[in-house]
C-alpha cells in the first residue's frame, strides 16, 4: 500500500485559481510516476494530467490544457496541480494517484488517494 494524502482544493470562483497537492509518506516519491485524476457527479472518473519521475514529462488532458500545471518536489515527496482560469465543468473530486510506470501516463495506476472537492462558481 503506498499513501497518498491530498490537500487543498476548496471553492473558488469561475476565473479564479487554486491548487493541490498529495504527499507520499514514503522516500520511495522518485520511483513513482504520479497522475491528477478527476470525477464530477453522475460522471467516469477522468485523467486530468500526469507527471515523469524526474518531472521531465507531463501530459495533459486537452481540457485542462493551458490553464493547469502538475509538477512535483522529489525531495518533498509531494506533487502539485496548479489550476488556473477555473471553469464550472472542473468541480469535482479530484484524486493523485501513483503507479511504477506500467500504465503512465493515463492509466490505470495502481495507488489512490482518497481525493479532495474542487468546486468552482459560476
Known amino acids: 500500500q503506498v499513501p497518498l494524502i491530498e490537500s487543498g482544493g476548496g471553492l473558488v470562483q469561475a476565473g479564479g485559481s487554486l491548487s493541490v497537492s498529495c504527499s507520499m509518506s514514503?522516500?520511495?516519491?522518485?520511483?513513482?510516476?504520479m497522475g491528477w485524476f478527476r470525477q464530477a457527479p453522475g460522471k467516469e472518473r477522468e485523467f486530468v494530467a500526469a507527471?515523469?519521475?524526474?518531472?521531465?514529462?507531463?501530459y495533459y488532458a486537452d481540457s485542462v490544457k493551458g490553464r493547469f500545471t502538475i509538477n512535483r518536489d522529489n525531495a518533498k515527496n509531494t506533487m502539485y496541480l496548479q489550476m488556473n482560469s477555473l471553469k464550472p465543468e472542473d468541480t469535482a473530486v479530484y484524486y493523485c494517484a501513483a503507479d511504477l510506470g506500467k500504465n503512465w501516463p493515463y492509466g490505470p495506476y495502481d495507488y489512490w488517494g482518497q481525493g479532495t472537492q474542487v468546486t468552482v462558481s459560476s
Open positions: 507527471i515523469s519521475w524526474s518531472g521531465a514529462s507531463t
Open positions: 514514503m522516500r520511495t516519491f522518485s520511483s513513482y510516476v
